[in-house]
């Protein structure tokens, strides 16, 4: 288990930022993917961006261009910078990782480590 801990969700009103991070208790480069996904009430947990190890990184188009994914494998934490915030956005947001590159990026299913959740609400 690589317990995974989200913090800096809170509460903008729509334009404004949140940075999100995600600390793991033990070496994130050995997870071949990290990646943020969101759950808002009575819809489908879905992906938000992924980092591979190698550098790479993928984004949801509703997201594309206002949000950014990175790591510090020093801090073995990975954050997630998003600006122009939308009521749209408002979710929980939850911290993933898997040890395969395999698949696609977004399938829940694939990861095999997530955190609790952080909240996030934008009003208009």
């Known amino acids: 288990q690589v317990p995974l801990v989200e913090s800096g969700g809170g509460s903008v009103q729509a334009g404004g930022s949140l940075r999100l991070s995600c600390g793991a208790s033990?070496?994130?480069?050995?997870?071949?993917?990290m990646a943020w996904f969101r759950q808002a009430p009575g819809k489908e947990r879905e992906g938000v961006a992924a980092?591979?190890?190698?550098?790479?990184?993928f984004y949801a188009w509703p997201v594309k261009g206002r949000v950014t994914i990175s790591q510090d494998n020093a801090k073995n934490t990975v954050y997630l910078q998003m600006n122009s915030l939308k009521p749209e956005d408002t979710a929980m947001y939850y911290c993933?990782?898997?040890?395969?590159?395999?698949?696609?990026?977004?399938?829940?299913?694939?990861?095999?480590?997530w955190g609790q959740g952080t909240q996030v609400t934008v009003s208009s």
């Open positions: 993933a990782a898997r040890g395969t590159y395999g698949g696609d990026w977004y399938d829940v299913n694939d990861y095999h480590y």
């Open positions: 033990g070496p994130i480069f050995s997870r071949h993917v």
């Open positions: 980092i591979y190890s190698t550098g790479g990184t």
